[in-house]
């Protein structure tokens, strides 16, 4: 059974970089897929940020590109996020996701419980 | 990318079925055979319901079918279910970017 597990501070003060991990288990990232992050704004609907394969291959919403890296680990079988300047806009519950590109452009089949991250000074 | 057009809100009474249209541009959901649908219950994670358009993953439960005709795609919950009362987001590939509609509200009465 495939699992995911987000990670990370779930307070940023403005202007803040923003790091979260995604653990996998049950599933070896280098084995194939994309896997990606989505956020969810309070209150509001889900928007993709990115996705990556396990030789790094990214794809990036391009409205959030210049803000946005997202890397993996293979040894760890993680992937990350970073969103720098953050802003209280960037307030979300964020998800990591197994899709978004490759064999699955637009499918997300997997998911993680989500983490609540607030922009605040 | 603007994001997809769904309706706020649907209702149906249990055993009746109900449609929710999400509503493109040819640059996603026209242009792709890659739109997913999503169910959203409070404060859990979205589960995909269905997958390049009409595709149900193991364990989701055949009275969900999805459709599309030009730039709009449609998810049908036959027999609905109290069960069934959620948050429901269409999602499409839009050429190296993927785009989540507004979501609709699904109730049962």
């Known amino acids: 059974q495939v699992q995911l597990q987000e990670s990370g501070p779930g307070l940023l003060k403005p202007s803040e970089t923003l790091s979260l991990t995604c653990s996998v288990s049950g599933f070896s990232i280098t084995s194939g897929y994309y896997w990606g992050w989505m956020w969810q704004p309070p209150g509001k609907g889900l928007e993709w940020i990115g996705s990556?394969?396990?030789?790094?291959?990214?794809y990036y919403n391009p409205s959030l590109k210049s803000r946005v890296t997202i890397s993996v680990d293979r040894s760890k079988n993680q992937f990350s996020l970073k969103l720098s300047s953050v802003t209280a806009a960037d307030t979300a519950v964020y998800y990591c996701?197994?899709?978004?590109?490759?064999?699955?452009?637009?499918?997300?089949?997997?998911w993680g419980r989500g983490t609540l991250v607030i922009v605040s000074s | 990318q603007s994001a997809l057009t769904q309706p706020r809100s649907v209702s149906g009474s249990p055993g009746q079925s109900v449609t929710i249209s999400c509503t493109g541009t040819?640059?996603?959901?026209?242009?792709?055979?890659?739109v997913s649908w999503y169910q959203e219950h409070p404060g859990k994670a979205p589960k995909l319901m269905i997958y390049d358009v009409s595709q149900r993953p193991s364990g989701v439960p055949d009275r969900f079918s999805g459709s599309k005709s030009g730039n709009t795609a449609s998810l049908t919950i036959s027999g609905l279910q109290a069960e069934d009362e959620a948050e429901y987001y269409c999602c499409s590939y839009a050429g190296n970017n993927n785009v989540f509609g507004t979501g609709t509200k699904v109730t049962v009465l």
């Open positions: 990556i394969n396990h030789s790094g291959s990214t």
């Open positions: 996701t197994r899709g978004g590109a490759g064999s699955r452009p637009g499918t997300f089949d997997y």
């Open positions: 040819s640059s996603d959901v026209g242009g792709y055979n890659f």
